[in-house]
């Protein structure tokens, strides 16, 4: 028998992958952003940071609060920081350990507004509102972490970060990512967070809870903000660093300016993070915004935000820290064409660059406003860029070419056995809210997309239950944020 010239190909995976910068442009925006550090320096408004700062070698001017970070203490301070972080979960089963094998999903935040999808009405977000988007997140599958996606303004000012975290903690039992500005605020957070684990104690080595940090550009830092950071950190909290730099405003109006400020800030949060909690869990936040030309307003997506969040995704990734980028947010006032192709725009391009966290879901209007049937849009989109980033497996069991021979010329495939293990593994997406199939099959059902994602929205709700908290839990949650109330002073 002669041999055939064709041989099987090796097993191979194709994986689509996005990138945009060389090793030559990494080290370039490394290097000026040590230069601007070291040169123009940050100032910083706590005195426990300025003087850990100078204790470490930094050159810190007292009068100014400015301290100028020189290279070697930034090369220590990434030293320090670990390579992977673990978020982890009341549902151990929830867990998303951020170790650049796979993109986890979380909500976008913080806003103040809701879009009612009960009565169409725009009003001021409520802690039942930010319980419904846990509980939402909790349901679905392809959400892995839970943001502090709307901020309770039904609640006492002096304890919107406690009792937001009061209403994560009720709504999921995936990991919670909050906020905590105020010093005071650290011991009720931590006793809040004992009360919910099972034991009743704060574990370090499974953080149920993290925070997002946010220096403020550009090249500054809140001293309030910074000492509860500072203190959440030293208890093993991961810090999400959130900088958050607005072209045009806060950083240079230029995308290249603003990637190297932004890179700045984050290297300035790594040196102060790990010279007050050395070892901490961090996160790198690779995303940067642009001034609205015409308003000055925050402009949340668009092809800017695609070339900002892409760039800085690659620079985090080369220090080797876990990324969190952007994807799924729109400026769009409604969910409509606006809102899907900048959100699934953005979300694709940060799935294909490999962001260990992608945020966004959930929110329109620059993430000023919560729309919940957006959420469970959004969780479509997050099956397509899974879909799109699995790639394809070019091997001999993938080709078919024994089933291609025995269909021959002209003939179907539609009765191969061989289809079947191929569809249960996903090779291709059925998706479940999107529409495919006959016009009069649609047209016959007479819903809109809106519709049928807000009835998804009210039959999880009715239907799906977290795992509660730990018994006497609750009480002891709502004792510790009555403790709060109580001891901290009118503003």
Known sequence: MAVSPYGGAPRRALRPRLSMLDAADIEYVHEQSLRLLAEVGIRVGSARAL?????????????????????SLVAEALAKAPRVVLLAARDAKHDALLDHTRSFATHDGMAAMTLDHRTGERRPSTSRDLVEAMTLADALDEVGVCWYTVYPCDEDPRLQSLRGLQSMLVGSSKHVQGEVVNPADVPYVMDMLSAASDDGVWHRERPIFSIVYCPVSPLQHDGESLDAAIMLAQQGVPITMYSLAQAGTTSPITLAGTVVQTNAEMLATIVILQTAAPGCPLI??????????RSGMYAAAGPEGVLLDAALTEVGKHYGLPVLSCGFSSDAKEIGMQSGVEGATMALCTYLAGADLVTGIGLLDSAQL???????????????????????????????????????PGGQFLSAKEARPFLRNGEHLVPQHFVRGPYDTWAAAATSEFARAATAVDDILATHQPKPLPAGAAERIEEIAAAAAAEQPMS
Do not use: W
């Open 284 to 293: 790198y936040v690779a995303n940067a915004g642009v001034a609205d030309t």
């Open 51 to 71: 003087k850990l700062l100078a204790e470490a070698g930094a050159q810190v001017d007292a009068a100014s609060s400015i301290a100028r970070l020189p290279a």
């Open 370 to 408: 919560l729309s919940l049937p957006k959420l469970v849009l959004d969780a479509e989109v997050i099956r397509h860029c899974r879909r799109v980033v699995a790639g394809l497996s070019l091997d001999d069991d993938h080709v078919l070419f024994d089933v291609m021979a025995r269909v021959g």
